[in-house]
């Protein structure tokens, strides 16, 4: 069974075409990074994936079911691209309240709150309010709640934004070891570079389109970086319109 699936789905919001006849499947233990410039469909693959927004067409499945349904996202991670905290509250009782959601019960939910903090480095920030957070220290508490409980599917928008180059590295470092895991891992990224090394598959999307979706040894020209391949496609397609 693939862990998701985008069977030609379109999405439109009124006149404007945001995903156009778009298939992707991922299977269970893979790991993919969705790549595309600003507004090419890529937080918008998301949102259809997770339930939060409707295909115009086409079928949506999330872990073999319609990700509308709450069960669909049992054992789901996400980090959004614009995370949005509650000032006001801890970090710890955020990370407990996400727990809760994931149906971490008891004392399985304390320990899974250490062992969050302990993974992203914030056992020191465990009693402060995310108001007071840096906005890196924010993306690492995003980081937190979505690795929660070891997910068995992990969604993460931009997972870098905010982050200097340690923090960068240690995301790099917890997808790798969720991957090791058996996580099943979708990564959208301007990065590039930390998708060639944290992903095996990548798919590209432009004005909505998918431009390429495989094994990185069969979208990449020999010799030829990724970076290379995105600005070969892209332009490509650019041209072709």
Request: charged share 30%.
């Amino acid at each position: 069974m693939d862990a998701l699936e985008l069977a030609c789905v379109s999405k439109r919001y009124g006149g404007r075409s945001a995903l156009s006849e778009v298939s992707l499947q991922l299977e269970e233990g893979a790991a993919l990074g969705l790549l595309g410039p600003n507004g090419a469909g890529k937080t918008t693959a998301l949102r259809l994936l997770l339930g939060f927004a409707r295909p115009s067409s086409g079928g949506v499945s999330l872990r073999g079911q319609d990700p509308r349904d709450a069960r669909a996202r049992v054992g789901v991670g996400y980090l959004p691209e614009r995370l949005v905290l509650p000032e006001r509250t801890r970090v710890d009782d955020f990370l407990r309240f996400h727990g809760s959601l994931a149906g971490i019960g008891g004392a399985d939910r304390e320990q899974a709150v250490h062992d969050a903090l302990k993974l992203t480095d914030l056992a020191s920030r465990a009693r402060d309010r995310l108001g007071t957070l840096s906005k890196g220290l924010r993306q690492r508490v995003g980081f937190a709640q979505a690795l929660m409980g070891r997910p068995a599917l992990l969604l993460l928008d931009e997972p870098t934004s905010g982050l200097d180059p340690l923090g960068v590295r240690d995301a790099r470092e917890w997808i790798l070891r969720a991957r090791e895991q058996g996580t099943t891992i979708l990564v959208s990224s301007h990065v590039l570079s930390e998708v060639e090394r944290t992903c095996d598959r990548v798919a590209i999307l432009h004005e909505g389109s998918l431009l390429a979706d495989g094994r990185l040894d069969e979208v990449l020209r020999d010799g030829e970086s990724l970076e290379d391949a995105f600005v070969r496609l892209v332009r490509g397609e650019a041209a072709a319109s």
